[in-house]
């Protein structure tokens, strides 16, 4: 059974960089697939928002929005993919989650940005 679980700091101060790992179980990030592994977050009282991506070969795919902000790499050797997003700001609060297209979610990660 496929499992994934986000993990990293809770605070984050502002336009430091905030650094998330997603570490998959019961399956490979490597194995080729039509799936891509995404991060996605949910701001408090807002919609999810996709952020970006990484596919099972590592091509990396970026929201427009958060390009010039956001790096996605990952880790073979331990079945994990990582999203690093820089110059952080209060408007960063979310709810961060890791997932294997639509079917499959980490449980989420709150990740707070404040001095």
């Known amino acids: 059974q496929l499992q994934l679980q986000e993990s990293g700091p809770g605070l984050v101060k502002p336009s430091q960089t905030l650094s998330l790992t997603c570490t998959v179980s019961?399956?490979?990030?490597?194995?080729?697939?039509?799936?891509?592994w995404n991060w996605i977050r949910q701001p408090p009282g807002r919609g999810l928002e996709w952020m970006g991506a990484?596919?099972?070969?590592?091509?990396?795919y970026y929201s427009p929005s958060l390009k010039s902000r956001s790096s996605i790499s990952r880790d073979t050797s331990k079945n994990q993919f990582t999203l690093q997003l820089s110059s952080v700001t209060p408007e960063d609060t979310a709810v961060y989650y890791c997932?294997?297209?639509?079917?499959?979610w980490g449980q989420g990660a709150q990740v707070t940005v404040s001095s």
């Open positions: 997932s294997r297209g639509l079917g499959h």
């Open positions: 019961g399956g490979s990030i490597t194995t080729n697939t039509y799936w891509s």
């Open positions: 990484i596919t099972y070969s590592g091509t990396t």
